[in-house]
């Protein structure tokens, strides 16, 4: 299974931009989905996810409010829309899929439970 992130780029703080996960075939109708990020010199760290089967969503606290995550069957992608930006966003944004649902924050944020990894796509937030 192969994941493709993108959409990432270059904004002013207070900005947005929108992420998108892609997949190949149909990994989104059975896995559930997350967004981490790895700012420079830091551990890699959870933002946001998308359960499997009840759809529910869970952010990491320090972007709750600003950040939606949400599936686009349609299209097979799973995106971030990430508003309000400031500096501290700065990071590889990667997106993830593990099978199973989503019960909690905690859950949601275990890194080895993901089994596919896209290649991460960059976003830059300017002061």
């Known amino acids: 299974v192969q994941l493709q992130a993108s959409g990432g780029g270059w904004v002013q703080a207070g900005g947005s931009l929108g992420l998108s996960c892609a997949a190949s075939?149909?990994?989104?109708?059975?896995?559930?989905v997350g967004w981490f990020r790895q700012a420079p010199g830091k551990e890699r760290e959870f933002v946001a996810a998308?359960?499997?089967?009840?759809?529910?969503?869970y952010y990491a606290y320090s972007i709750e409010g600003r950040f939606t995550i949400s599936r686009d069957n349609a299209k097979n992608t799973v995106n971030l829309q990430m508003d309000s930006l400031i500096p501290e966003d700065t990071a590889v944004y990667y997106c993830a899929a593990r099978t199973g649902g989503l019960t909690s924050v905690t859950h949601a944020s275990i890194k080895k439970s993901y089994h596919s990894w896209g290649q991460g796509t960059l976003v830059t937030v300017s002061s």
């Open positions: 075939g149909r990994i989104f109708s059975r896995s559930s």
């Open positions: 998308l359960s499997l089967g009840d759809g529910r969503t």
